[in-house]
T-cell receptor
Framework: QQQVKQSPQSLIVQKGGISIINCAYE??????FPWYQQFPGKGPALLIA?????SEKKEGRFTISFNKSAKQFSLHIMDSQPGDSATYFC????????FGQGTRLTINP | DGGITQSPKYLFRKEGQNVTLSCEQN?????MYWYRQDPGQGLRLIYY???????QKGDIAEGYSVSREKKESFPLTVTSAQKNPTAFYLCASSIAQGGAEQYFGPGTRLTVT
């Protein structure tokens, strides 16, 4: 119940395309859903986050879509750029953060 | 500059030795956390602390110990009892424990041979 399942494990997208990463959870007590971006050898950086009272949140090229009834949420990166190449982690929180397994995103120029 | 510092960036130890990883924050955050990251895996919580002189075990606390004597500092000791200590260790902090945003340090890569 404390797991967050993330897919795909790896993703290759052409420059300018849309990158989509999906996460699913079981625990309905989760009340905060952040996404983190991590470059090799660095710590994760908070990218964008959402709470379950809204269905979508957009910040620049990054959008979180949240489906409370399906217990799923996803990250969309519009107009993907080579600089977006990184590992992305979804997470869910109920007093503690539970992380997904990560998605290695590669944007081909 | 406000942030979280971890030192050293790379650490090498022989099997059977205890080693302490440093984590300092100047964000005035109450809560601090230690995570372990292995290749191809998500972050797993080792220990967390909501307040000075108090800390709780996370999901994989066996073989690790922590202290929280100061608000700014949360050192992690990897003991010889940890069966597979080679990993990337990440420290994080947040204003309060729970759903608050967590900010991560740059990490320490520990290699035990």
């Amino acid at each position: 119940q404390q797991q967050v399942k993330q897919s795909p494990q790896s993703l290759i997208v052409q420059k300018g395309g849309i990158s989509i990463i999906n996460c699913a959870y079981e625990n309905t007590a989760f009340d905060y859903f952040p996404w983190y971006q991590q470059f090799p050898g660095k710590g994760p950086a908070l990218l964008i986050a959402i709470r379950p009272d809204v269905s979508e949140k957009k910040e620049g090229r990054f959008t979180i879509s949240f489906n409370k009834s399906a217990k799923q949420f996803s990250l969309h990166i519009m107009d993907s750029q080579p600089g977006d190449s990184a590992t992305y982690f979804c997470a869910a929180s109920n007093r503690k953060l539970v992380f997904g397994q990560g998605t290695r995103l590669t944007i081909n120029p | 500059d406000g942030g979280i510092t971890q030192s050293p960036k790379y650490l090498f130890r022989k099997e059977g030795q205890n080693v302490t990883l440093s984590c300092e924050q100047n964000l005035n955050h109450d809560a601090m956390y230690w995570y372990r990251q292995d290749p191809g895996q998500g972050l797993r919580l080792i220990y967390y602390s909501q307040i000075v002189n108090d800390f709780q075990k996370g999901d994989i606390a066996e073989g690790y110990s922590v202290s929280r004597e100061k608000k700014e500092s949360f050192p992690l000791t990897v003991t010889s009892a940890q069966k597979n200590p080679t990993a990337f260790y990440l420290c994080a902090s947040s204003i309060a424990q729970g759903g608050a945003e967590q900010y991560f340090g740059p990490g320490t890569r520990l290699t035990v041979t």
